[in-house]
């Protein structure tokens, strides 16, 4: 099923300059980059984005590392976008993903691990929305 996902090259690997690998990985797997764009969030986004996770712990450290610097924000596009990368992506932990995943390759850190994917299309579908401010389905 061809459907679209949100990913955010988060602040860590955007300071050290891994956008373009990063799409690499994602283009190499079929996906498609329909937008994108590069901002500092607003802490009122990302206290949304995050919202499922406001009453843990690393809450607090989390919207502060997501609004400490640039992220680069990406509409992809592709045959079961959300699980290729889930799957490209690897474990939140960098620790403990596979080999030559993204997460593997340029995460430090279960926080500082890279990169953000949505984690099912429901989810994609409410964080594009979110991010790029409009009715995704329309374009479909």
């Not at 994108?36 to 843990?56: G, M, N, S, T």
Request: hydrophobic letters at 40%; glycine letters at 4%; one cysteine or more.
């Amino acid at each position: 099923m061809r459907e679209s996902t949100l990913v955010i090259i988060k602040p860590d690997a955007v300071k050290k300059q891994r956008i373009g690998a990063i799409l690499s990985l994602y283009e190499a797997h079929g996906l498609v980059l329909e937008e994108a764009y590069i901002c500092v969030p607003e802490r009122a986004l990302i206290e949304k984005h995050y919202e499922a996770h406001k009453d843990k712990d690393f809450y607090p450290s989390l919207v502060r590392f997501m609004t400490s610097d640039r992220v680069f924000v990406m509409k992809l596009s592709g045959e079961n976008a959300v699980e290729v990368v889930r799957e490209i992506n690897g474990a939140t932990d960098p620790a403990k993903a596979r080999v030559c995943t993204i997460r593997y390759l340029y995460g430090d850190s279960v926080q500082f691990n890279a990169v953000h994917g949505s984690s099912s299309p429901e989810e994609a579908e409410a964080e594009l929305a979110l991010w790029f401010g409009k009715d995704q389905d329309e374009e479909e």
